[in-house]
């Protein structure tokens, strides 16, 4: 890396739009074709890795064409997350209902009936499968599964709680919020 290079990439960091674990040389964040066909004006807002003891789990990614820090439900978003191993869809459903509860009671009613919709929604999948979310303010959630759409879940209250996994305040991953919501407006 160039000293003019490197000094853009700490300035980059110091403005906390790029952290030291994203590498400067990647390639920009691409909007995928199902993030253009739903929301044509979306942009990066921010991306993040998640890892667990140490193992690298998927990439997030998410688009937005004007979202707010202080109201992840306001705006539309889509949130992509690339799978870096394999995982089992039945699993991935119970892991998003239990991160969900964070984020504020659910009733067992809606808690069985998201977790059958997610069920449905999420396939087994492997390293490199992706799902997009793409949330609708008072509509609810569109997932889309490696650019193909699988299902719809027509509750906002279910969207704000999905979405609270990675953006809201009570999320199990600070680090994550912080990451992902890097380029959004106060």
């Given at each position: 890396m160039t000293p003019n290079r490197f000094g853009f990439f700490l300035?980059?960091?110091?403005?906390?739009?790029?952290?030291?674990?994203?590498?400067?040389e990647g390639p920009p964040i691409a909007v995928s074709a199902e993030v253009r066909a739903e929301l044509p004006e979306a942009?990066?807002?921010?991306?993040?890795?998640?890892?667990?003891?140490?193992?690298?789990?998927?990439?997030?990614?998410?688009?937005?064409p004007a979202l707010k820090r202080t109201d992840y439900t306001a705006a539309p978003l889509?949130?992509?997350?690339?799978?870096?191993?394999?995982?089992?869809?039945a699993s991935i459903a119970e892991r998003s209902l239990k991160e969900m509860r964070r984020?504020?009671?659910?009733?067992?009613?809606?808690?069985?009936s998201w977790l059958d919709a997610m069920r449905n929604a999420f396939p087994d999948v492997k390293s490199g499968d992706?799902?997009?979310?793409?949330?609708k303010p008072g509509v609810g959630t569109?997932?889309?599964?490696?650019?193909?759409?699988?299902?719809?879940?027509?509750?906002?209250?279910?969207?704000?709680?999905?979405f609270g996994i990675w953006l809201s305040p009570q999320t199990s991953e600070p680090k994550m919020r912080t990451e992902l919501l890097a380029g959004a407006s106060d």
């Open positions: 300035s980059l960091c110091a403005a906390g739009l790029m952290h030291l674990s994203v590498h400067a942009r990066p807002v921010g991306a993040a890795r998640m890892r667990f003891l140490g193992m690298d789990i998927y990439d997030a990614r998410l688009f937005s889509a949130l992509e997350v690339q799978y870096l191993r394999g995982f089992e869809g984020v504020g009671h659910i009733s067992p009613e809606k808690e069985k992706r799902i997009t979310g793409i949330h569109r997932f889309f599964v490696n650019g193909l759409a699988r299902a719809s879940i027509d509750d906002p209250e279910f969207s704000r709680y999905f």
